[in-house]
């Protein structure tokens, strides 16, 4: 099979393209506008509770809001294609599965990298009000990044699985939310299996790295979740031939 | 060119497409003919590679399309049945995305998209969004996506079903157009289509092929059984019209009472010859007057509910 020949140029073309097509979604708007006003009203009534100049708060809460967001964004990614039927006429051009699969992935990832941007207002302007220490800031940040592709990857795979656009957006919140509240389990739980669900959490993993700390495992975490959803779409797409 | 054999598509236990076998040489344009749920789409489906069959292989200049699919993509322009598009991009913006998804060169790409925009008459509105436009002009842009790699085989699924009686002779115009040039293979259940625009006939059923032959072919065995239909103004009874026409070379005659009085009578010949002119001079001698008179062909629907019909 040479069919698992990736061609970057026509990735980025199909990128492109779900690039634009994000800017055409309502659902995506409304997505991101209402992750924009929770995550912040959430972080400031939190912030000045404590009185601190930090942003430790905001990445504790980014992974819930995450856990939703990107699911409803990604929900319709394959979904759609299948229920108006263009994905026939997209996989019978001489673009391979795996070009057709990054591209949707790196598209909901640049969206979400976006959406991402207007939040870069709050350490600007906690720096303002105190001393911000900006290494965890930064580390946050790379986390989301990490974190964005993840679920974005997991969003995907979800999609592949049904013409349903509502059935795969509950599949992958069914993912991606215990995936994140695990971490909490583990009080409940006899300490081996509190460190393997210590290891086995996003928000555990993520919390990590937002401390500023980058260690190359939570990073490969975060790689191995994003090629193994990605992987097991293509495999679904394949089953579906 | 290319050449199908034994191509099966199970669904569990549904024998969706079950040992489908033919050969299409360059040039032809085929009409693959059936009722709903044939297996047409399907056979479609495994040609362009969108599906993997169960069992048995497609090979197109002797490429076998499961081992070698994206280069037979690059030979194949795909329409899939009611042209799934994506509604939110323009037409042109659509164009010039299949354009460079089908590896069109980057200095080809415009004129590329101008040529198919002229073939397909898009110019008017090439600039609109796909999901504004008529179903007619979707089809056309359907079409134009098939041809603007410029492939040597277009695979057409029902290309002119839920069209107006104008926009299917436009695109049926197009599609033979397209033949001139490329080898084409459409699927249909309606049959003038295939009269109107294929070369060739596979009618297919229950995921078999039950008739495959030229179309000139399958209209002459429709013509050789022959009948005249007549309509006589007459008072006789219908057994007696029956008797008085029942002359040398007639096989059968059928009379029935049609409407205002009339009478509605097929009259079916030995030989297939040409009995016209026989049964005029015998009414002459009649006082009967005759209303009507045609030449009777078995049609292609004859000759397709045969074929399908429930064994």
Known sequence: MNENIINYKKVWVLFKKEFRFFFFSPIAYICICLFLIISGWVFFSQFFLFNQAEMREFFRNLPFFFAIVIPAITMGLF??????????????????????????????????????VPTFIFPISIAFLGDLDF??????????????????????????????????????????????????????????????????????????????????????????????????????????? | MISVRGLKKFYGEVKAVNGVEFDIQKGEIVGLLGPNGAGKT?????????????????????????????????????????????????????????????????????????????????????????????????????????????????????????????????????????????????????LSEVEATCSRVIIINKGCIVKDASTDNLMADAGAANAVYLQIKTGEPKKAVGDFLKFKGVNKVDVSEGYAGLKDVFVFSDSGNDIREEIYKKIKESDWSLIEMRKEKQTLENIFQELTKEA
């Open chain 1, 79 to 116: 979904s759609e294609e299948f229920s108006v039927g263009s994905y026939e006429m997209i996989s019978t051009t001489s673009v391979s599965i795996p070009d057709i699969i990054l591209g949707k992935f790196l598209a909901a990832c640049a969206f979400m990298f976006v959406a991402l």
């Open chain 1, 135 to 241: 290494g965890p800031v930064l580390g946050g940040y790379i986390g989301s990044v990490l974190l964005i592709g993840a679920f974005a990857a997991i969003g995907i795979f979800s999609s592949s699985l049904t013409k349903n656009q509502i059935l795969s957006l509950i599949v992958s919140i069914a993912i991606c939310v215990p995936l994140t509240f695990i971490v909490f389990m583990d009080q409940f739980l006899p300490p081996f299996f509190s460190d393997i669900i210590n290891d086995l959490s996003a928000a555990a993993r993520f919390s990590n790295i937002a401390k500023g700390v980058i260690d190359w495992r939570d990073v490969l975490y975060f790689l191995s979740v994003i090629f193994i959803a990605l992987y097991s779409t293509k495999l679904v797409l394949e089953r579906k031939k």
């Open chain 2, 42 to 190: 399907t056979t479609l489906r495994m040609l362009t590679g969108y599906l993997t069959p169960t069992e048995g292989d497609v090979t197109i200049d002797n490429l076998s399309v499961i081992d070698n699919l994206s280069d037979i993509k690059k030979v194949i322009g795909y329409l899939p049945e009611s042209a799934p598009l994506y509604g939110d991009m323009a037409v042109y913006d659509y164009l010039e995305f299949i354009a460079r998804v089908q590896e069109v060169g980057e200095s080809d790409i415009e004129n590329r998209i101008h040529y198919v925009s002229d073939k397909c008459s898009l110019n008017q509105v090439i600039n609109k969004k796909i999901s504004e436009l008529s179903k007619g002009y979707k089809q056309r842009v359907g079409l134009a996506h098939a041809i603007i790699h410029d492939p040597a085989i277009l695979i057409l699924d029902e290309p002119t079903s839920g069209l107006d009686p104008n926009q299917i002779i436009e695109i049926r115009e197009l599609i033979k157009e397209l033949g001139k040039e490329k080898t084409v293979i459409l699927s249909t259940h309606i």
